[in-house]
């Protein structure tokens, strides 16, 4: 007969291992993706992942998707913040700019919908083009206030997580197509 302490050393000593393991793999994976990708930057890949819903019990796959969630809400909310601002105040200038962001953060809304299909498909080809799409469309809008001077962008810290967020993405999409065991054994983290 096993003894109560014994079977509650069984329960808990998984659980104990569960949060470690998961954290490790996170950290593991923002480590591939910085090294891989100079656009990912290992701390803001840590920071999106860890608090997010469901990441501490994924493998990379998962890790992967919930990246291209968390690219969709940031840029379902940035859209909601566009509209938001085109209700102010301002020049016809940053009106004009505002109005492009909002049509390209429309598009990327879409974009990411479309692209987590893909995904769950795996059809990381199209996956990856799509999130790129989203990549490129946080870049345009950026790029649209630096071409006016005296104009300073009220989405810089918005288009960068945009940006960011969507480099894990890819760089996750990337680990799956050559290999998750191959690539993160390379790196000595394999999880």
Same mark, same amino acid.
């Given at each position: 007969?096993? !003894?109560?302490?014994?079977?509650?050393?069984?329960?808990?000593?998984?659980?104990?291992?569960?949060?470690?393991? /998961?954290?490790?793999?996170?950290?593991?994976?923002?480590?591939?993706?910085?090294? *891989?990708?100079? +656009?990912?930057?290992? *701390?803001? #890949?840590?920071?999106?992942?860890?608090? /997010? !819903?469901? !990441?501490?019990? /994924?493998?990379? &796959?998962?890790?992967?998707?919930?990246?291209? *969630?968390?690219?969709?809400?940031?840029?379902?909310?940035? &859209?909601?913040?566009?509209?938001?601002?085109?209700?102010?105040?301002?020049?016809? !200038? +940053?009106?004009? &700019?505002?109005?492009?962001?909002?049509?390209?953060?429309?598009?990327?809304?879409?974009?990411?919908?479309?692209?987590?299909?893909?995904?769950?498909?795996?059809?990381?080809?199209?996956?990856?083009?799509? +999130?790129?799409?989203?990549?490129?469309?946080?870049?345009? #809008?950026?790029?649209?206030?630096?071409?006016?001077?005296? +104009?300073?962008?009220?989405?810089?810290?918005?288009?960068?997580?945009?940006?960011?967020?969507?480099?894990?993405?890819?760089?996750?999409?990337?680990?799956?197509?050559?290999?998750?065991?191959?690539?993160?054994?390379? /790196?000595?983290?394999?999880?």
């Amino acid at each position: 007969m096993i !003894s109560p302490s014994c079977t509650l050393s069984l329960f808990i000593f998984p659980l104990l291992f569960l949060p470690i393991h /998961a954290q490790t793999l996170i950290h593991g994976t923002c480590k591939v993706c910085s090294q *891989q990708d100079p +656009i990912v930057n290992y *701390q803001f #890949c840590t920071t999106s992942l860890e608090p /997010a !819903s469901g !990441s501490h019990h /994924a493998d990379v &796959r998962g890790l992967g998707r919930i990246s291209i *969630q968390l690219t969709h809400q940031n840029v379902s909310d940035t &859209r909601g913040h566009i509209k938001t601002l085109l209700k102010k105040k301002y020049s016809s !200038s +940053i009106k004009m &700019r505002l109005n492009d962001c909002f049509e390209l953060y429309s598009d990327a809304v879409t974009d990411t919908k479309h692209a987590m299909r893909s995904y769950k498909s795996k059809h990381y080809d199209e996956a990856n083009m799509l +999130i790129s799409s989203v990549m490129d469309a946080a870049t345009t #809008c950026e790029n649209g206030f630096k071409e006016k001077r005296n +104009i300073v962008s009220p989405l810089t810290k918005r288009n960068n997580a945009t940006f960011e967020l969507s480099g894990i993405g890819l760089s996750i999409i990337h680990i799956l197509r050559v290999g998750t065991n191959q690539t993160l054994q390379g /790196a000595n983290i394999s999880g």
